[in-house]
């Protein structure tokens, strides 16, 4: 598949989201690299500025099953996994399979489950399988998780452990639409919700040669030892604990790829890099304490740094 084609076949994606979710185009187009990626998205915001509709916003625009998963203290993993049952006609035990078998799964409110719960997502979302009764099933392609989870009301929460954000590829947020775009969300509501019209841009299997397509953008070394060098500084950063590990580094370079085929580029450039670090590192690190009372977020230290490191001159 041409680089043209993934440009052009996101740009149908985002114009769909867009039809939606008004006045964020920046988020979604990270969004949908991150679904070019086969990776994980968590959006972390104040309630009713769009997280589930996103989520349903891109099952329809891929054609894939949307499943949602409501996350709350008494959520069993076998809930989000699914159980055996015995049947009285076949005498057997049968698999019943959860909701985490959809293609876009909405994990609401991530935070609310117990980390026993919580832990069951981790086969899930890494290997695309779920074990019960020792059994493995697998999940359907393409499997893109989007957990929300607001980042005000924290009483009666359990903050994801760094094992579970690892597994998301990006963390973003919405944020308030400027008043312009809010009124355009009045108006397209005036008589139907804009998602009942939003049109099928992809179908799964195309979806999945797009996945496929982005990892055949070319990385120049340079940019390679630039995505180096900028991991390697959240972990020497006097302002950070816990740096990234290199886990980050071959995501930040994925995602760089990502940016460098929808902008409609076959190679990467510093500046897909700077657009993508904070996303794709910014939940890999942990600030110190005394930065968030101070407002300061991990986004904008993944911003500092990026700033402070040595842009490579050639590419080539």
């Known amino acids: 598949m041409e680089v043209g084609q993934i440009a052009q076949k996101a740009e149908t994606i985002v114009r769909q989201i867009e039809n939606v979710i008004i006045g964020k185009r920046s988020v979604i187009e990270k969004a949908v690299i991150t679904l070019l ?14 997280k589930t509709m996103l989520a349903k916003s891109i099952a329809k625009s891929i054609g894939g ?30 698999f019943r399979a959860g909701p985490i078998f959809g293609n876009v799964v909405l994990a609401d409110e ?37 957990a929300t ?31 312009t775009a809010e009124s355009e969300v009045l108006f397209t509501q005036v008589h139907s919700h804009p998602i009942e019209t939003l049109q099928q841009a992809t179908t799964p299997e195309e979806l999945r040669a797009l996945q496929l397509a982005v990892r055949q953008v070319k990385v120049a070394k340079q940019i390679r030892e630039y995505i180096v060098e900028i991991v390697a500084e959240t972990r020497t950063a006097n ?4 740096g990234a590990s290199p886990r980050g580094s071959l995501l930040l370079m ?26 794709v590192l910014g939940h890999r690190i942990i600030p110190r304490a005394d930065l968030k009372t101070r407002g300061v977020s991990a986004e904008e230290l993944i911003e500092d740094i990026v700033s402070s490191v040595r842009v490579p001159v050639s590419v080539a």
Not at 37 to 50: R, T
């Open 254 to 279: 994925l995602a760089s790829q990502a940016h460098a085929a929808v902008n409609g580029a076959d190679f990467v450039s510093p500046d897909d890099v700077k657009a993508m670090a904070a996303a």
């Open 239 to 242: 302002q950070i604990v816990l």
């Open 149 to 179: 989870q607001n980042n005000v009301e924290l009483t009666g929460t359990y903050p994801l452990p760094e094992a579970q954000l690892d597994r998301f590829f990006s963390r973003l947020t919405l944020g308030y639409p400027d008043k």
């Open 37 to 50: 990626c086969n990776g994980h998205l968590l959006l972390e915001d104040v309630p009713g500025v769009g």
């Open 110 to 146: 991530i935070n609310r489950a117990t980390p026993k719960t919580q832990a069951a997502l981790l086969e899930a979302m890494e290997e695309r399988q779920v074990t019960t009764d020792g059994i493995t099933h697998s999940l359907p392609e393409p499997f893109f998780v989007v």
């Open 65 to 94: 099953e949307f499943r949602r998963i409501q996350f709350t203290p008494d959520l069993l993993p076998s809930d989000i996994t699914g159980s055996s049952v015995f049947n009285q006609k076949t005498m057997e035990f049968e």
